[in-house]
């Protein structure tokens, strides 16, 4: 005969005892996970804290590089810190071309001919060739500086070639009258076409006078034209706008 006392000696517990020894166990574990996800939160939020302190100090520290700026007039900022800010912006690259920043040499490159010619480098008169760092003068460039030497230019004479609009474009003739004479230039749209441009396949009557105007004026100031011709050289601003007005209403 199987003693009941001693089955229930042998067992250890009660079943009521064993559910609740369990589910302590479950409770103990899940605690422990909890715990576990806790000490991990507070060690990811220490993280994005320290991070975003470091990104404030370097903050400061870039607004404190800034003190030796007194100006706003970009040719009394000092060499240095000119060349420091070109480094920070991209720049439009060619056609197809990414864009591109400049190293430090190239900046100060950029910023002493920029000195030189008295055209500001944050302005579309001038680009950089980063492919020979070289500076180069746009249209606009070129007009400000006609105007800031004194040159009396007339206004840009436009021949259409052919002269009816229904047929084929070939070629726009500019002539530009100077102090010294008369020039001409006639840009044809076989030598000039860009045709990875989008603007020179939807304007290129508008891009092949820009084209031929550009060449002309830079006979007109004997100032040389860019040595790499696209589309950056062909930036327009006020300069071109007062130098030919339809230009304004075609943009």
Not at 18 to 25: A, D, N
Not at 49 to 58: E, S
Not at 104 to 112: C, D, H, K, S, T
Not at 134 to 151: D, I, P, Q, S, Y
Request: net charge neutral; proline share 7%.
């Amino acid at each position: 005969m199987v003693n009941p006392f001693k089955q229930e000696v042998s067992s250890g517990s009660s079943a009521p005892e064993r559910q609740q020894l369990k589910g302590q166990s479950s409770l103990d574990l899940e605690a422990g996970d909890t715990a576990t996800e806790q000490a991990q939160s507070s060690a990811s939020t220490k993280s994005v804290l320290m991070k975003a302190d470091q990104a404030a100090q370097r903050q400061r520290e870039e607004i404190d590089k800034f003190s030796a700026v007194t100006s706003l007039d970009w040719k009394k900022i000092p060499p240095p810190m000119l060349a420091q800010i070109l480094v920070s912006i991209p720049f439009k690259g060619s056609g197809t071309d990414p864009d591109y920043y400049l190293s430090p040499v190239q900046g100060m490159i950029f910023a002493l001919r920029c000195f030189e010619l008295g055209l500001s480098p944050f302005s579309n008169e001038v680009w950089f060739n980063s492919k020979n760092n070289k500076v180069n003068v746009t249209f606009e460039g070129k007009l400000k500086l006609a105007r800031m030497h004194g040159l009396n230019l007339s206004p840009p004479l436009f021949e259409r070639q052919p002269a009816d609009a229904l047929k084929p474009l070939v070629a726009y003739k500019c002539t530009i009258q100077a102090p010294h004479g008369k020039c001409e230039y006639t840009a044809t749209l076989k030598e000039w076409m860009v045709t990875s441009s989008p603007v020179w396949k939807a304007k290129p009557d508008h891009m092949l006078q820009l084209r031929a105007a550009e060449k002309c004026l830079s006979f007109a100031t004997g100032s040389g034209s860019s040595e790499l011709m696209g589309e950056q050289d062909l930036q327009t601003g006020k300069e071109v706008e007062s130098f030919i007005p339809s230009f304004t209403q075609e943009k």
